[in-house]
């Protein structure tokens, strides 16, 4: 089961600066980095498949959506969704054949994230307190009876899933108790095997992200003024640290036998909070760990700015451009970092404004802004086994995606190309 990720980024701005054009390159199945004279992308191929689901809000997060299969190997999508004019997220089903949509919850309370680890049972966190502070509880929904059940029930805490393996859900458990440091967080594994909780991480520092793959989670945690990257094997109970350079290492992301991140030895600029703040001064380098090995290495380290990398396998994928920000004009790389010699390549044949990409088996997509001027923010990817960029929607207005797992991608459209809040039309692409 692939990891549910997505980066969501707040409106960009349009900023003119100049980038180096790169080589069009691509990578062969074999893994081997060979040049591309064709940098032309591919229109929507005909045999894709693009459904409206509905014309639902949803709350954009990257675990609003799970893909479950049944025994008859009919293939469904479950999301929390906006129930009619109510003010309640609920659980719903899509299934794809019928192209039917059942709302499976009542909107009386909202729903909040949702998880998949196998079997008959999704996880969901359930508001079960509305006073002072919203109050979330992990709950479990039955497939075969349509049961909802309560799994943690607190006072003081609440509990939201920031990632899910084929036996865990990790949870961010915030610390809501009257007069206690808002800072004060716990990170949680919930094992669904023996219904188990186990807290590996409380602290009161930054956070700058955290992810999980198959027993091990990787997070940025600032200590003593800059951050480095730890990782926790939920098999051992071990925490150790991978990268505890002086300078800030932010935004890990896991996928088997290795680590990659953002960092910033190589620069004057350190972000400090976050990747997301608004600074077109900042830098940054992709770096990578292999568990096997414990071996440290750069992926790209180049005088352009690397930021927001995300991994697949072996194959890593990051936003390029001059001055590290969303804001500038920016290609989307790949690399293959079982290569003996790592040398990255760009995905996207154009430069343009980009969102950062997301990756998942044998594709890359990000939202691009290159036909900005005609009214159009739309989905492109990059096959890696072909190493071929594909136009994945083309329509007027603004195509925002939610949610990957290849070969499903699900994304939003409003016909308002600046639209922020999330209504439009609900959109399922097969891609083929």
Not at 5 to 10: A, D, Q
Not at 38 to 64: C, M, Q, R
Not at 322 to 344: F, H, Q, R
Request: net charge negative.
């Amino acid at each position: 089961m692939a990891k549910q990720k997505i980066i969501v980024i707040g409106g960009m701005i349009i900023v003119i600066a100049i980038i180096t054009v790169l080589l069009v390159a691509r990578l062969t199945r074999n893994g081997k980095l060979v040049s591309q004279s064709n940098g032309n992308y591919l229109p929507i191929n005909s045999k894709t498949a693009i459904s409206e689901i509905s014309d639902d809000l949803v709350d954009s997060d990257k675990f609003n959506f799970v893909m479950y299969q049944d025994i008859q190997n009919v293939e469904k999508l479950f999301y929390i969704g906006w129930e009619g004019n109510n003010t309640s997220f609920i659980l719903k089903r899509y299934d794809i054949p019928s192209k039917q949509l059942t709302s499976l919850t009542n909107s009386d309370s909202t729903m909040y994230k949702i998880a998949y680890t196998g079997g008959d049972k999704i996880y969901l966190t359930k508001l079960t307190k509305y006073s002072t502070n919203k109050l979330y509880d992990l709950y479990s929904y039955n497939l075969t009876n349509q049961q909802l059940t309560n799994i943690t029930d607190s006072e003081n805490y609440t509990e939201t899933i920031i990632g899910y393996t084929n036996e865990y859900v990790l949870l961010d458990v915030a610390d809501l108790t009257p007069n206690a440091d808002p800072k004060h967080t716990k990170y949680s594994i919930y094992k669904t095997s023996d219904n188990t909780i186990t807290t590996f991480l409380d602290t009161i520092n930054t956070v700058l992200g955290m992810e999980i793959d198959g027993s091990k989670i990787v997070w940025s945690e600032e200590k003593s003024g800059n951050s480095d990257i730890f990782m926790y094997d939920i098999t051992t109970g071990q925490t150790s640290t991978i990268c505890d350079d002086p300078s800030n290492q932010e935004n890990p992301d896991i996928c088997g036998d290795y680590i990659v991140w953002c960092d910033h030895r190589n620069d004057n600029h350190n972000y400090g909070k976050s990747q997301s703040k608004k600074d077109d001064t900042n830098s940054g380098d992709i770096y990578a760990y292999r568990i096997s090995t414990g071996k440290t290495f750069p992926v790209e380290n180049t005088s352009d700015s690397s930021i927001y990398p995300q991994i697949s396998g072996s194959i890593a994928t990051w936003h390029m451009s001059k001055k590290g920000s969303v804001n500038d004009l920016a290609t989307i790389m790949v690399a293959d970092l079982s290569s003996p010699e790592i040398t990255p390549i760009p995905a996207s044949s154009e430069i343009s404004h980009k969102y950062p990409p997301l990756i998942d088996g044998d594709m890359v997509v990000w939202m691009d802004m290159r036909q900005y001027k005609l009214g159009k923010i739309n989905i492109y990817g990059y096959r890696i086994s072909s190493g071929t960029e594909i136009q994945l929607t083309n329509t007027n207005g603004r195509d925002k995606i939610e949610w990957l797992s290849f070969p499903y991608l699900v994304y939003n459209h409003n016909n308002d190309i600046k639209n922020q809040d999330g209504k439009g039309d609900l959109h399922i692409i097969k891609i083929r």
